[in-house]
């Protein structure tokens, strides 16, 4: 299946693909206020989230999360506009809906460095960019991994949909397709590569996100649906006050953080494999957040890769990231 430019966008606002969730429900017995969340399943995501539900920052803010995973951003909004959850945590979609009045950003998780990946099949015949003129390459369109992709073959001189047929599919069918051989290249975002690995020793990485940084930066955050944003403002306050210890401490106690991450949350991925994950991400303190909240530069972050889905097609007159993305909530907590 070839990327339809068009199609695509209008699919995705419309909520016309089917939500393929695999629940994996939490809760913080005793709470007050219960909160429904959606998440993609990698560390660049979710670290926060369980770092404060197994640290008990949920249960702290009077909290009863129940989260419901994803395996794409367009997915979880999706359940988001459809009122089946009340916000997310996921990678460049959050600069997808938003941009088309669907869902309020209001706290960034972490820059994707080099999360995204481009690996090939030499025994295909690809072991450069050059070889991938004319072929096929798998990945979940709209997604971080399709963002990273577009820049890395235009930067070696390729057009998506015209020099390269893109091949859309949800993430774990986009890696079975590649080691069945059934297409010769993937992009796609860590853990994924790890089954890759493991089952095509001989699978080359091409490249990664880490060499479009910073001009290219794919933030992770948080986005909340419109009317919950409208009315909770409370609730999301303490979203963030229990976000905010979790990212602390993944940054001040990374050895300890990520053991208890990979024994309670990560138990299939070896904790050298955790390790490597985590550095393929950009945390900040709350402190260095704060001032890339104020001098623009996450703003400039999200307006870019909402400039990408405006270029690929069927988004017109996006919102710009400064009209859906809400820095005050941050702010106020933090200064």
Known sequence: MKLNRRSFLKQTAAGGAVVLAAPSLVSAAGSADSIRVGYLHTLAVDGQIWMADMKGYWKDQGLN?????????????????????????????????PAQGQGKVFLANDVEFATAQLWVNP?????????????????????TAHV?????????????????????????????????????????WVPFNVQVEKQMPDAKMLDDASSYYPQAAILDGWAARNDFYDSQKDILSRVIKAWLPANRDLIEDTDASLKMLQEQKYPDISLKDLHTQFKASKLFSADDWAKKYKDGTVTKWLQNVTDFYANIGGM???????????PSLFLAQVG
């Open 123 to 143: 025994k295909m015949g690809v072991k450069s960019f050059e070889d991938l003129k004319g072929k096929k390459i798998a990945t979940s369109i709209g997604t």
């Open 65 to 97: 999360p129940t989260f419901t995973r994803f395996y794409t951003g367009l997915e979880i909004f999706q359940a988001m506009v459809g009122g089946s959850i009340d916000m997310l945590s996921t990678g460049a979609v959050v600069s997808n809906f």
């Open 316 to 326: 017109s007159d996006p919102l710009k990231a400064s009209q859906y993305f809400d």
């Open 148 to 188: 990273f992709l577009d820049k890395a073959l235009r930067a070696h001189g390729l057009t998506p949909g015209k020099d390269v047929s893109l091949i859309n599919q949800r993430m774990p069918d986009a890696v079975t397709a590649f080691i069945a051989g059934a297409v010769p290249a993937i992009a796609l």
